[in-house]
């Protein structure tokens, strides 16, 4: 895998991460409402997780943008639970291992921060996606579990960390 840095978001990745989630789910033809796609948290992510049990991290190859992760405590969730949000990638960087190790660096911080299991909403044309959740411990749900507001998705995960 090449040499990409992973660090926090700052203020100034908002717009670059906006484009990298809204080119990924236009490529899925998934660029409708109900998804982060008209989610208008999508274009602030800095200011969204500022919130103290939230994190976002981003991928940069040579400064560029081209991927992010994050977890939230979304409103709506059992004790012990956060969310594994924005898991985006650039179509040019997937099948690296990127996504993997995005998700790697989630799980270790969701212990720290005392989070018993993790959950997260998708669609099936993520198909991508889909195999790497299940690959990294993830197991479909019946139903949808707290409220993220994204009705467009209905596909549901969890993870026991």
Known sequence: MQN????PIIKSDNLKIAIVIRKSLEEYGENKPGTVYTDP?????YALFQNPKSFYLVAVDDGKIIGGCGIYPTKGLPEGY???VKL???KNYRGLGLG??????????????????LYLES??????????YEKMGFEKVDNRIGDSGHFACDLWMVKEL
């Open 4 to 7: 990409f840095k992973i660090r």
């Open 88 to 90: 985006y990638l650039d």
């Open 123 to 132: 669609i099936p044309a993520l198909n991508q996606a889909v195999h790497l």
């Open 82 to 84: 956060g969310e594994l």
């Open 41 to 45: 948290t999508t274009d602030d992510l």
């Open 100 to 117: 993997k190790l995005l998700m790697e660096k989630s799980f270790e911080a969701s212990k720290e921060m005392n989070y018993t299991h």
